[in-house]
């Protein structure tokens, strides 16, 4: 597996052209395609549904595809985009009644399960159910719409996580979400991230994807 995995957040995409859209930006040197899903609920904002990721399937994208779940509440739904074609769902602690049965949902229908850490929300979760995750997904912004700007005491947030991780010895991937760009990339990279959703960054980049992608990997040091 590589050390740095780009993920291409499909929220700042040309919906009008999406499966051309992820098709390029997949050729392009996207390891990853990151579905941003809002119910207008537990996040002033709505976005897609399980149809968007089947007809996506369909149309021929076979690479992971990465659900972040910013609904409330979540089974149905983990559910709904296991059946369509996803690879890995996370979800936040507060949107679930029973965490540990959400996760347990999501490793049934074959995907792999993630966390999400708002940028207040306590990490004290991990407590009871770390042994379960493959995937810990930090917001350095508060969810709800593409183009924010990175919140500084996410590196604060990102060391402990990682140490937490280090401290049980798990494998488990460290994702982070909000705000990364080709200037801030690096200092987050050097603390063990593995995972960066980058949705602005590549969609409204002036340039192409290829070089804009090739850019921000060479940043990575």
């Known amino acids: 597996m590589k050390k740095f ?3 291409a957040s499909i929220l700042s995409a040309n919906f009008a052209f999406l499966g051309k859209e992820i098709s390029n930006v997949i050729k392009s040197g996207a390891d990853i395609i990151h579905f941003d899903v809002m119910d207008n609920h537990y996040v002033p904002n709505l976005t897609i549904g399980p149809s968007v990721l089947k007809s996506l399937r369909d149309y021929g994208i076979k690479s992971i595809i990465d659900i972040h779940l910013m609904t409330n509440p979540v089974d ?3 559910v709904d985009f296991a059946n369509a074609g996803a690879d890995i769902i996370s979800f936040h602690p507060e949107n679930s009644l029973h965490i540990d049965r959400s ?3 999501i ?3 074959g995907c792999k399960a993630g ?3 708002n940028p207040s929300t306590s990490l004290n979760y991990l407590d009871y159910i770390i042994n379960k995750l493959d995937i810990i997904l930090i917001m350095s912004v508060n969810p709800g719409f593409g183009g924010q700007k990175f919140i500084s005491y996410i590196f604060n947030k990102i060391r402990k996580v990682k140490k937490i991780i280090n401290k049980n010895q798990k ?3 460290l994702e982070v979400d909000g705000g990364i760009n080709i200037n801030n990339i690096n200092q987050i990279a050097v603390l063990g991230v593995n995972i960066f959703v980058m949705g602005s960054a590549i969609f ?7 070089k804009t992608i090739k850019n921000i990997k060479n940043s990575i040091k």
């Open 5 to 7: 995995l780009i993920a």
């Open 76 to 78: 149905n739904l983990i």
């Open 103 to 105: 996760i347990s949902l």
């Open 107 to 109: 490793k049934e229908y």
């Open 115 to 117: 966390l999400a850490f």
């Open 171 to 173: 494998t488990i991937l």
């Open 204 to 210: 409204k980049s002036s340039l192409s994807y290829n």
